[in-house]
T-cell receptor
Framework: KAGVTQTPRYLIKTRGQQVTLSCSPISGHRSVSWYQQTPGQGLQFLFEYFSETQRNKGNFPGRFSGRQFSNSRSEMNVSTLELGDSALYLC???????????????FGPGTRLTVL | QKEVEQNSGPLSVPEGAIASLNCTYSDRGSQSFFWYRQYSGKSPELIMFIYSNGDKEDGRFTAQLNKASQYVSLLIRDSQPSDSATYLCAVNRKDETSGSRLTFGEGTQLTVNP
């Protein structure tokens, strides 16, 4: 079974631009979560989507948004990019059996975003 | 106080030794605990999860959970150079809003010396 895939793998943008990242979960997985990883802040939760609905959101500004499609693929968008948005953006998928707390999350390879 | 804290690294052990990685968490509502391994330049890889107090063994890895002490650990027996990586502890709480929201520690960098 194929793992989580993310595109693009690398991206270079300039301040003020916007960017869209894509994530395809493991087949059959319905939950997609997004995380930002930086050397200073570590791994931080952005948001989670399940059945095309945002179920949970982290403490990030409104410039960060996302959506999920009916095939469970997800996209996240960052508008008005800032230098501090440079990070590794990771997508994780989860099968969701029973309560979501007890479901393992499997990460994709990530998208490395550099903002100049 | 950070929600999830891990023992400060880097941790260096000789090949064949036991590596002990520790994690404490502040939220008593935390119900599930995960250990991820992250090689440099790669994404986190799930290696263990534990929900109940006690030990859980999987090959050379043993996860230990003590909810009363809010403590979770990972033991790696017969450490190999290929185990050299950053180990991330992650927790999730069980409530109506948590969903699949993991809170991560900052990670402990482990180096296994041949």
């Amino acid at each position: 079974k194929a793992g989580v895939t993310q595109t693009p793998r690398y991206l270079i943008k300039t301040r003020g631009q916007q960017v869209t990242l894509s994530c395809s979960p493991i087949s059959g997985h319905r939950s997609v979560s997004w995380y930002q990883q930086t050397p200073g802040q570590g791994l931080q939760f952005l948001f989670e989507y399940f059945s095309e609905t945002q179920r949970n959101k982290g403490n990030f500004p409104g410039r960060f948004s996302g959506r999920q499609f009916s095939n469970s693929r997800s996209e996240m968008n960052v508008s008005t990019l800032e230098l501090g948005d440079s990070a590794l953006y990771l997508c994780a998928s989860s099968l969701i059996i029973g309560h979501p707390t007890y479901n393992e999350q499997f990460f994709g390879p990530g998208t490395r975003l550099t903002v100049l | 106080q950070k929600e999830v804290e891990q023992n400060s690294g880097p941790l260096s052990v000789p090949e064949g030794a036991i590596a002990s990685l520790n994690c404490t968490y502040s939220d008593r509502g935390s119900q599930s605990f995960f250990w991820y391994r992250q090689y440099s330049g790669k994404s986190p890889e799930l290696i263990m999860f534990i929900y109940s107090n006690g030990d859980k063994e999987d090959g050379r890895f043993t996860a230990q959970l003590n909810k009363a002490s809010q403590y979770v650990s990972l033991l790696i027996r017969d450490s190999q150079p290929s185990d050299s990586a950053t180990y991330l502890c992650a927790v999730n709480r069980k409530d109506e809003t948590s969903g699949s929201r993991l809170t991560f520690g900052e990670g402990t960098q482990l180096t296994v010396n041949p």
